[in-house]
Every structure is written in C-alpha cells, then in structure tokens.
Nanobody, 123 residues
Framework: QAQLVESGGGLVQAGGSLRLSCAASLRTFSGYHMGWFRQAPGKEREFVAAITWNSVDTFYVDSVKGRFTISRDNAKNTMYLQMNSLKPEDTAVYYC????????????????WGQGTQVTVSL
C-alpha cells in the first residue's frame, strides 16, 4: 500500500487554480520534511516546493514564487499545494515526497514518493 497518495489534479484553463493534496501514512508524519516535484514529458523531475516538519521554512522554485503556496496539517497527516494563476508551462505530473535531509530541495533528499497526479493547463 502506498505511503503517500496525491489527489486534486485535473484540467484547467490558464489563469485558473488547483489545490493538490498529499495524504500520508508514514509512521510519524510530523517527523518528515515534505515536498512537491513535477515532471513534464521529456524533462527531468523538477523541484517545485518544500516545507519543513514544523512549517517554519518553505522553499519554492523561482518559476512558481508568488503563485503557489505549500502548507501542511500535521493533525491530518496531509500536505497541500495551492496553485494559482496557472500557466501552460505548469503542465506536468506532480509528485509529493517525504524526507529528513535539510534543506529538502532536491530529489535525493527524499525517501518516500507518491504515485503522481496529472495537472494540465490549457490556453
């Protein structure tokens, strides 16, 4: 059974919004930093955003700053990515991940991965 499961992806027009969720069944969710990555066809997996275990620090790739907001609710074992002002170049499969390394800004910093959810932004 998957330990991280993403949901909330879909098809939206440019300028629209989506909220992605990542439900975790980790032994101690609050003990992990959490992050979002995305991968478009023919491209490498790209870091998008991360949040530390206590939500003190957040990290974003430059291309999403001001548009995306990462958050988490440790009581619900859930992490979120609010995506506003979506652009066609945001189209990708989005993955959530959990890890303990700091700073959690690269794929090698994460130990657990979800199955991915498709986000498609049309013109």
């Amino acid at each position: 059974q998957a330990q991280l499961v993403e949901s909330g992806g879909g098809l939206v027009q440019a300028g629209g919004s989506l909220r992605l969720s990542c439900a975790a069944s980790l032994r101690t969710f609050s003990g992990y930093h959490m992050g979002w990555f995305r991968q478009a066809p023919g491209k490498e997996r790209e870091f998008v955003a991360a949040i530390t275990w206590n939500s003190v620090d957040t990290f974003y790739v430059d291309s999403v700053k001001g548009r995306f907001t990462i958050s988490r609710d440790n009581a619900k074992n859930t992490m979120y990515l609010q995506m506003n002002s979506l652009k066609p170049e945001d189209t990708a499969v989005y993955y959530c991940a959990a890890g303990r390394a700091y700073p959690p800004t690269g794929p090698r910093d994460y130990d657990y991965w979800g199955q991915g959810t498709q986000v498609t932004v049309s013109l």
